[in-house]
C-alpha cells in the first residue's frame, strides 16, 4: 500500500506595511519646519512693527511740535528676545523740525543700546544729524542770497552788490555753539577778488547762526556741507527719552 505524502501546512501570508519613503518624510519635516520658521517671523515683525509704533507716539509725545510725524526703526533680531530683556541694540529715528526761528530741518537720531524701565526708555548714548536745506539759509531781510554745495565741504554763497554778481565759497565751522563761515575764494562780475577783505568778513558774519537748544540732552560736535544742506552733527551721553 503506497504512502500517502506527508502535508506541509502553507505558511500563512505576510502583512505588508506600508511606509512612507525616508525622502518623503524628510520633506514633511522640512515642510513643517519652514512654516514654524514663516509663521515666528511673521509674529515677530508684527511685534517689531508695534513696537516702533508704540516708540514713535512716545517720542513725539515728548518732543511735542519740535519733531513731527517721526519714522521709528528698531534694530536687532529676533525683535522679541529683545523686548523680552528689555533692551535694543540701537534705535533710528528721522522726522521733521523746525528751529526756534521757524527754520525747517531733516532730524536723524541713532539712539545706542537702548533699555526699557518703568514708564518709558534710557539710551546710553545718542548720535544726531538735523540738515537744513539751502533754501532755508539763503535769504535775511530783504536781501536775496542763494547758498549751494560747493564741494569739500564748503559753501557756495551767490548774491548781488549794486546790481553785479558776487560768489563766495567758505568753510563751514563750529566755534563756541554757532556755525560760522571763512571764505576761501571770492569773485565780483566773475573777477577774482581777495577773500580777507573786511566787506566780505563783515557780510560772513551775518551769515553766522547760533544753533538753538536741542533736544534729548544733545550737544553739538560738528557741522558739513552736503547736497541735501547744512548738518549739525550732535552727540549726547546717557539721556531719559520718556
Known sequence: MPLKPLHTPTPPKSRTVRTAPPRRRALRVIAVAVL???????????ARQVGE???ADRI????????TSPEVTIEGYPFLLDAARGSHPEVRVKGDARTSDGIPVKAAVDLHRVSEHTGGYAAESLDAAFTAP?????????????????????????AAVVGMPLVITAELRLDAGAVTLSADSASLAGRPIDPATPAIGRALSERSREIPPLPMGLQPT??????????VHARAQRTDLT
Open 222 to 231: 560738528a557741522v558739513s556741507v552736503g547736497h541735501g544742506g547744512v548738518t
Open 60 to 67: 513725539a509725545a515728548r518732543q511735542g511740535s519740535g519733531l
Open 36 to 46: 514654524a520658521g514663516a509663521l515666528l517671523l511673521a509674529v515677530d515683525a508684527l
Open 53 to 55: 509704533e508704540r516708540f
Open 134 to 158: 539751502f533754501a532755508s539759509l539763503g535769504s535775511r531781510g530783504d536781501r536775496s542770497v542763494r547758498l549751494s554745495d560747493a564741494g569739500n565741504g564748503r559753501v557756495r554763497i551767490e
